[in-house]
T-cell receptor, first 110, second 116 residues
Framework: GEDVEQSLFLSVREGDSSVINCTYTDSSSTYLYWYKQEPGAGLQLLTYIFSNMDMKQDQRLTVLLNKKDKHLSLRIADTQTGDSAIYFCAERDYGQNFVFGPGTRLSVLP | ETGVTQTPRHLVMGMTNKKSLKCEQHLGHNAMYWYKQSAKKPLELMFVYNFKEQTENNSVPSRFSPECPNSSHLFLHLHTLQPEDSALYLC???????????????FGQGTRLTVV
């Protein structure tokens, strides 16, 4: 079945760049998403990329997609303490289902 | 504020109780979802409704019973749960149509359920 994998933890210093990686198995994925979850809250959409694109930039966020390797990454420039959260990668297939990765817990150190 | 509201935010129930979780969206979306999030497992899709019809039941035990009376409301009825069912239950909605048009999922804040 479809599978989405992420590393579980990432620590960076405030002001540095964070790169969160994700791999997926479903070659029919149409859209890929990054969601952010803060403690006690639901998931908030950060950004998404269509499968025929290889890069998307939105302010401090840069998404890179390598469709051949089925690899997605999220780069957060100038990481701040408010960026500390769990980040979920998700893919959507030709149906309507969203398949989520396990989430990467980003810790930003002062 | 995502436009998806879940109530209650927190729920503690005994194993013999019956309770219901409610989800409401007024975004005009046609698809609604229940997810379970626990410390031990990543986000697990439980049920999907599209135009009020259930299109996915991800091998969920019958002690969880979903209901979708209209496209704006989704319920999860709970009956004789087990302590291992304690988790954060997240509702989401999406436009749910067209593979060439992005239809991201909007999530509610979740209901933190504790079964004692």
């Amino acid at each position: 079945g479809e599978d989405v994998e992420q590393s579980l933890f990432l620590s960076v210093r405030e002001g540095d760049s964070s790169v969160i990686n994700c791999t997926y198995t479903d070659s029919s994925s149409t859209y890929l998403y990054w969601y952010k979850q803060e403690p006690g809250a639901g998931l908030q959409l950060l950004t998404y990329i269509f499968s025929n694109m290889d890069m998307k930039q939105d302010q401090r966020l840069t998404v890179l997609l390598n469709k051949k390797d089925k690899h997605l990454s999220l780069r957060i420039a100038d990481t701040q303490t408010g960026d500390s959260a769990i980040y979920f990668c998700a893919e959507r297939d030709y149906g309507q289902n969203f398949v989520f990765g396990p989430g990467t817990r980003l810790s930003v150190l002062p | 504020e995502t436009g998806v509201t879940q109530t209650p935010r927190h729920l503690v129930m005994g194993m013999t109780n019956k309770k219901s979780l409610k989800c409401e969206q007024h975004l005009g979306h046609n698809a609604m979802y229940w997810y379970k999030q626990s410390a031990k497992k990543p986000l697990e899709l439980m049920f999907v409704y599209n135009f009020k019809e259930q299109t996915e039941n991800n091998s969920v035990p019958s002690r969880f019973s979903p209901e979708c009376p209209n496209s704006s409301h989704l319920f999860l009825h709970l009956h004789t749960l087990q302590p291992e069912d304690s988790a954060l239950y997240l509702c989401a909605s999406s436009q749910g149509t067209g593979v060439t048009k992005n239809t991201e999922a909007f999530f509610g804040q979740g209901t933190r359920l504790t079964v004692v």
